[in-house]
């Protein structure tokens, strides 16, 4: 922590502060909003309740899953969601949360079977001929291990004779090595099925932008909240990530068009292709005998993110309407049952199409007005500020914004099709945030001035022109501990109204660094998913960590080799920029360097030796290389900036 905040020029330590106060209880105005919800909205629609629990066979016995670090999940986290929503929690996420916490075994339809609440995700079995088929492997091997021994022990063993990845988020394949062993899958026993484009995006989507990321998911997902009434709830999609070991089995199989079938141990299978929806590849499958569809992550219970906070390339809300049109054209008239990567199926054909084209509606209106409200001149926050669906389709549970909102995806469209410029020259080149701020306190008369006018905010329940004035002091003054607590308590009641968990999860997280300081977390780029990365994309990881201070305008040349992998590089940094290209040097080197490729990784993100490695030339070309990177850490300041340069 203090390595980094010397680099990013801060005054303080945020993670030696000592907690400040607890969590606020709910204000009345708060309480008012909760019971408005409560009226507005159809709870005495219990269609859901039926779907999430039918078919429920049984849930494992200990609630205790084990992982590396102690417990990778815990089945009776979510105990305390009983009975009708506290004030602190918005009544419509209360029943989502309700929803998604039942764990267990459910039979789908004949010879499908899911584990759901397992995970943030749902593993599905289909019973073949012989084995099993798996649709999704859950995050880590500790719960999907979990789940297959609850399959095993109801429904008896059997092989898994193939896996199916829907899509390319760890979510869906990093629980592959808790079902079968790569020796499976080299031995033929195992087939590993999955989009075209998988592996690529799979290994590559959190990679370059990977420690940003997992900093920021620290907050979309709640990491570091407390589960219960005043903390983390549900994730809106699946109650939390678990908290084991992520693998990847590379698949044996691709899926590269819509219209392919195959029949896999006597189950017939018919694949629809939706590369750039929810993932960059991803596809949904028919099941045609048994008439039931799987969405993956394409329809889900609730509207879905076009741009994930945590950071992502922006999605296409409209080619995702499209793609559920085309679902509906496709297989909507066989579909008796429809399951989905995340949350419960539906049931009946009649609740699928329902869903299916009323989902697609939500996309469309989203992807249109938005649309066309840019075309006549508004922004986006301006957009985000007057979009919502229309009730007939806001009505509709599935639509509602638990994970994704209107609110963040209208700018995510808004973003697509022109960037984070809104074309008023004033924002061409913005002061530093807290330069800025710095500059309106004062102008506004001094921090006691910017309290009062908070705290009168505040007590006319204007929450969110609290938390501008509040922002604005505290990045000017991050020491300021009244202005630090007034904000963490705007930030609470935020949370508590937020019907998105996503939303509340960040508005508490923020709250909670407010008032404690920041916990530094994991990143995603896990060591097995860059021991998998191409050799070229591994170089673009080692690029973006070259900093040209440490650099200094040095000059160098490495020939590297990768003998395990038959590979050559040409290395050159110059200018601050490192360059590799697949060549021998054009001409000479400081250094020629051959050594395995993992010792290189090794060296790179674990910092072991570099001893053994034969080197031709300058003996210390490598290490001083090495000496140029940065180390990136998942720990940065969010609700403080760095001091105006
Ligand atoms: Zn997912």
Same mark, same amino acid.
């Given at each position: 922590?203090?390595?980094?905040?010397?680099?990013?020029?801060?005054?303080?330590?945020?993670?030696?502060?000592?907690?400040?106060?607890?969590?606020?209880?709910?204000?009345?105005?708060?309480?008012?909003?909760?019971?408005?919800?409560?009226?507005?909205?159809?709870?005495?629609?219990?269609?859901?309740?039926?779907?999430?629990? @039918?078919?429920?066979?049984?849930?494992?016995?200990?609630?205790?899953?084990?992982?590396?670090?102690?417990?990778?999940?815990?089945?009776?986290?979510?105990?305390?969601?009983?009975?009708?929503?506290?004030?602190?929690?918005?009544?419509?996420?209360?029943?989502?949360?309700?929803?998604?916490?039942?764990?267990?075994?459910?039979?789908?339809?004949?010879?499908?079977?899911?584990?759901?609440?397992?995970?943030?995700?749902?593993?599905?079995?289909?019973?073949?001929?012989?084995?099993?088929?798996?649709?999704?492997?859950?995050?880590?091997?500790?719960?999907?291990?979990?789940?297959?021994?609850?399959?095993?022990?109801?429904?008896?063993? @059997?092989?898994?004779?193939?896996?199916?990845?829907?899509?390319?988020? #760890?979510?869906?394949?990093?629980?592959?090595?808790?079902?079968?062993?790569?020796?499976?899958?080299?031995?033929?026993?195992?087939?590993?099925?999955?989009?075209?484009?998988?592996?690529?995006?799979?290994?590559?989507?959190?990679?370059?932008?990977?420690?940003?990321?997992?900093?920021?998911?620290?907050?979309?997902?709640?990491?570091?909240?407390?589960?219960?009434?005043?903390?983390?709830?549900?994730?809106?999609?699946?109650?939390?990530?678990?908290?084991?070991?992520?693998?990847?089995?590379?698949?044996?199989?691709?899926?590269?068009?819509?219209?392919?079938?195959?029949?896999?141990?006597?189950?017939?299978?018919?694949?629809?292709?939706?590369?750039?929806?929810?993932?960059?590849?991803?596809?949904?499958?028919?099941?045609? %005998?048994?008439?039931?569809?799987?969405?993956?992550?394409?329809?889900?219970?609730?509207?879905?993110?076009?741009?994930?906070?945590?950071?992502?390339?922006?999605?296409?809300?409209?080619?995702?309407?499209?793609?559920?049109?085309?679902?509906?054209?496709?297989?909507?008239?066989?579909?008796?049952?429809?399951?989905?990567?995340?949350?419960?199926?539906?049931?009946?054909?009649?609740?699928?199409?329902?869903?299916?084209?009323?989902?697609?509606?939500?996309?469309?209106?989203?992807? %249109?007005?938005?649309?066309?409200?840019?075309?006549?001149?508004?922004?986006?926050?301006?957009?985000?500020?007057?979009?919502?669906?229309?009730?007939?389709?806001?009505?509709?549970?599935?639509?509602?914004?638990?994970?994704?909102?209107? #609110?963040?995806?209208?700018?995510?469209?808004?973003?697509?099709?022109?960037?984070?410029?809104?074309?008023? $020259?004033?924002?061409?080149?913005?002061?530093?945030?807290?330069?800025?701020?710095?500059?309106?306190?004062?102008?506004?008369?001094?921090?006691?001035?910017?309290?009062?006018?908070?705290?009168?905010?505040?007590?006319?329940?204007? %929450?969110?022109?609290?938390?501008?004035?509040?922002?604005?002091?505290?990045?000017?003054?991050?020491?300021?501990?009244?202005?630090?607590?007034?904000?963490?308590?705007?930030?609470?009641?935020?949370?508590?109204?937020?019907? #998105?968990?996503?939303?509340?999860?960040?508005?508490?997280?923020?709250?909670?660094?407010?008032?404690?300081?920041?916990?530094?977390?994991?990143?995603?780029?896990?060591?097995?998913?860059?021991?998998?990365?191409?050799?070229?994309?591994?170089?673009?990881?080692?690029?973006? @960590?070259?900093? $040209?201070?440490?650099?200094?305008?040095?000059?160098?040349?490495?020939?590297?080799?990768?003998?395990?992998?038959?590979?050559?590089?040409?290395?050159?940094?110059?200018?601050?920029?490192?360059?590799?290209?697949?060549?021998?040097?054009?001409?000479?080197?400081?250094?020629?360097? #051959?050594?395995?490729?993992?010792?290189?990784?090794?060296?790179?993100?674990? @910092?072991?030796?570099?001893?053994?490695?034969?080197?031709?030339?300058?003996?210390?070309?490598?290490?001083?290389?090495?000496?140029?990177?940065?180390?990136?850490?998942?720990?940065?300041?969010?609700?403080?900036?760095?001091?105006?340069?």
């Amino acid at each position: 922590m203090k390595r980094l905040a010397f680099a990013l020029g801060l005054s303080i330590s945020l993670a030696q502060s000592p907690a400040i106060h607890a969590a606020e209880p709910a204000s009345t105005a708060t309480a008012a909003r909760q019971s408005a919800v409560q009226r507005a909205l159809p709870f005495a629609d219990r269609q859901d309740d039926d779907f999430a629990g @039918r078919g429920f066979v049984a849930t494992r016995s200990d609630p205790k899953i084990p992982g590396p670090g102690g417990i990778a999940w815990d089945l009776s986290t979510y105990d305390f969601l009983k009975g009708s929503a506290p004030p602190t929690v918005n009544p419509s996420l209360w029943r989502q949360a309700q929803l998604l916490s039942r764990h267990g075994l459910f039979k789908v339809a004949d010879r499908i079977w899911q584990v759901r609440g397992f995970d943030i995700a749902n593993i599905t079995f289909i019973k073949g001929d012989t084995g099993w088929i798996v649709i999704d492997t859950l995050t880590t091997k500790e719960t999907a291990k979990a789940a297959l021994d609850l399959v095993t022990e109801k429904l008896g063993p @059997r092989p898994i004779k193939a896996i199916i990845y829907t899509h390319s988020h #760890s979510d869906h394949f990093g629980g592959a090595r808790g079902l079968v062993d790569q020796a499976d899958v080299g031995s033929g026993a195992t087939e590993v099925i999955a989009p075209a484009g998988f592996l690529a995006e799979a290994v590559s989507e959190n990679v370059l932008a990977g420690t940003a990321m997992s900093r920021r998911a620290t907050y979309q997902f709640g990491f570091f909240l407390p589960p219960g009434p005043q903390g983390q709830v549900s994730s809106g999609i699946g109650q939390a990530i678990s908290k084991g070991t992520t693998t990847l089995l590379p698949p044996t199989m691709t899926i590269d068009h819509t219209g392919q079938e195959m029949t896999i141990d006597g189950v017939r299978l018919q694949f629809q292709i939706t590369p750039g929806t929810e993932a960059p590849a991803e596809m949904n499958i028919n099941i045609p %005998d048994l008439h039931v569809l799987d969405m993956a992550e394409n329809a889900n219970v609730s509207m879905h993110n076009v741009l994930t906070p945590r950071g992502a390339l922006v999605r296409d809300a409209k080619a995702w309407s499209e793609y559920l049109t085309q679902s509906i054209r496709l297989y909507g008239d066989g579909a008796e049952v429809m399951m989905t990567s995340h949350g419960w199926p539906r049931f009946g054909h009649d609740a699928v199409i329902a869903f299916l084209t009323d989902h697609r509606d939500a996309y469309k209106y989203l992807h %249109d007005q938005t649309v066309r409200m840019m075309n006549e001149g508004l922004t986006g926050p301006e957009i985000a500020n007057r979009i919502s669906l229309p009730d007939a389709l806001a009505r509709d549970w599935f639509n509602r914004g638990y994970y994704g909102t209107m #609110s963040f995806n209208a700018r995510a469209v808004y973003q697509r099709y022109m960037g984070f410029y809104d074309a008023n $020259p004033a924002n061409l080149a913005p002061l530093d945030p807290a330069d800025q701020a710095a500059r309106y306190i004062k102008a506004i008369g001094g921090a006691k001035k910017v309290l009062a006018l908070a705290r009168a905010a505040r007590a006319s329940a204007d %929450d969110r022109w609290a938390v501008t004035l509040l922002n604005d002091l505290v990045l000017a003054e991050p020491d300021n501990r009244s202005a630090r607590e007034m904000l963490a308590g705007a930030y609470d009641q935020l949370g508590y109204q937020s019907e #998105s968990a996503l939303w509340r999860n960040m508005y508490l997280t923020g709250a909670m660094e407010l008032r404690s300081g920041i916990r530094s977390g994991q990143s995603t780029a896990s060591i097995d998913l860059i021991r998998n990365l191409p050799s070229a994309m591994l170089f673009d990881l080692i690029s973006v @960590r070259l900093n $040209p201070e440490k650099a200094a305008g040095a000059t160098l040349r490495l020939a590297l080799t990768f003998p395990d992998r038959s590979e050559r590089y040409y290395v050159l940094v110059r200018n601050g920029v490192l360059v590799a290209e697949p060549i021998a040097p054009p001409g000479p080197v400081d250094a020629t360097i #051959s050594m395995p490729r993992s010792q290189l990784i090794s060296a790179l993100f674990l @910092r072991s030796s570099l001893a053994g490695v034969r080197i031709e030339g300058d003996p210390q070309a490598l290490s001083r290389l090495i000496g140029w990177l940065d180390v990136f850490k998942p720990d940065f300041p969010i609700v403080t900036r760095p001091a105006a340069r």
